[in-house]
């Protein structure tokens, strides 16, 4: 298992999906592991209903239907497939509303989708689903991309409440690809995967969707400046040291 | 099949054949530097040796030749690089520079042995004159501007040319890597230029393809995969003076690319945009005149995501009851999406 997830870190992240099957069928008995360790693109499905795409994820999945948390109905559909408590769903149908404004105002598109479900020791947990193409065919405004996506997972567990507060866990990966090609410069393409955690005891007064969302918003808000700065630096960094710049300038770029 | 006890007995049991073919791709699919890592990953989880071998022997090459690995020959006299254009059979490789074939160990990525290459395996001395004056010319060039660059003429066309007459075709290959793995980083420079000889326009077309790799994966895996070709010429002359006319085609193409991923890098980011403009004086005229085509560095990374909401504050969690009124009223407006 620790051999696999160090492959998974290494081969680039546009093969991942060649690599985990790869993986799979050499290690079927780690296959629960994998597909939970390892992020793969998120996919998207039309709901019917209300036409309106929702993201697929291992947690609306029951059999081969994935569940719509616009409709509430599983698509291809499905008799008997489970659903949240009637608590939960209210929860689930006031997190999608919300989610999709904090999309707009941060991604000024994509497709979002929120899930909640009942975890085995009285709390619950909650799944933040974005996937955003930003490129020129997609829906980036500014039109500088080919090609480029992001997209966001953020499972969070949230324990019982004990004393007026409970504990929040959050783990969040980011998935982004993106490609600018023009003449002059050829093609430049960057991919990548980060993922991070963190934990917070907050009172719950101002409810769960307030805490979750704040912890989310920070979240992403440290991962973006990881990607752009810190990985995006780096690889940079690693290009100044194959072909240093001319001396002289060299003496005044930042050591490591 | 027996393989090491653990697998469980389930109904899709992959093939030696299919595990062989597995293997094969991980290897091949290794970043710049990490074979041998990623040798060691697929080792464990194939959990057979008598496969994971068959995959190595035939995957290393391939891997090999694709990274212009570069391999210590034994007599100190530098390195020899793993190329198709040098490649006389599978396991060895001629060094033109030094006239010697080497031959090598390619899954322990080693040169294990040299001998001087006979004159069937070498260019005529005409070409010979043009090989060598060009390799002088441009190592000058690598040793300055790549800290770990090597470089290799090869003749690929007309190598038995004996005097003007005939085209023929050099081809220069130059690579430089970088390998940190404490620091959780690895990258690559590898360029090729196709240097045509045409006798009859006296002329002489030369065709590069650069590539550069970038590989960061502390807690995290990004990779930066820039490619980039373009085409010059000059005229045919003598070999001294056509080595430095395409010596300084290659110097000028190779800088020019390197402005432009810093352009392209830097619309990433504008932090480094700026570093960038303070510690790069020379390429700033560079960044300025391409940064007209690119507007505002930023922008690239704001087609993905926003540091900010449009609305230029955090968003209001607090208060998220309103957006549900809007939605309702949008709803019962008919005005929705």
Redesign the interface.
Known sequence: ME??M??????????SE??LS??L?????HSADLLSQVDLPLQVCMDDELMKEFILCEYNRDADSYRSPWSNKYFPPLEDGTLPSGQLRKLEI?AN??FA??C?????GGVTSVYIWDDENQGFVACFLIK?D?SRTGQ??????QE???EAIHVVEVAAEEGGTTRYCLTSTVM?S?T?E?K?????????????QMSLDLSIA?GH??NM??MI?EM??KL?N????V??????E??C??????EG?QL???E? | MADGGDEPEGPEELSNEQKTEIAKWFLTNAPDGEIQYVAKDVRTIIGNDEIYEMAATEAFPVYNKAHFVALQMPDGSGDVLITTYGELDKNTYLDPRTAQVATVDHVKQVCTKLRPANDEELPSPYIEEFRSSLDAELSKYVAETYPKGTCAIYCTKGKDTEGPGADFELVVVICAAKHSPQNFCNGSWHSIWTIEFKDDLQFVEVKGQIQVGAHYFEEGNVQLDAKNECKDSTILQSPEDCAISITNIIRHHEAEHMASLEVSSSILSRFYFIQLVQGIVLSVNFLVMQASYVNLPDTTFKDLRRKLPVTRTLFPWHNTLQFSLTRDITKELGIGK
């Open positions: 051999a696999a160090d492959l998974m870190r290494r081969i680039s992240p546009k093969e060649t690599a790869a993986l069928s050499l290690l079927p008995h006031e509303e919300v404004v904090y707009d105002q941060y991604y000024e955003k930003g980036g405004r500014r039109g500088y991309l480029g996506s992001w982004l993106l600018t023009n002059s410069s050829g093609t430049f393409s960057l991919s990548g995967s980060i993922r991070r101002d969707l307030c969302g704040k918003e992403e808000g973006r990881s990607l752009d700065q990985y995006f630096g780096k690889t940079r690693m290009v040291n194959l072909r240093p710049p001319p300038i005044r770029l930042p490591n």
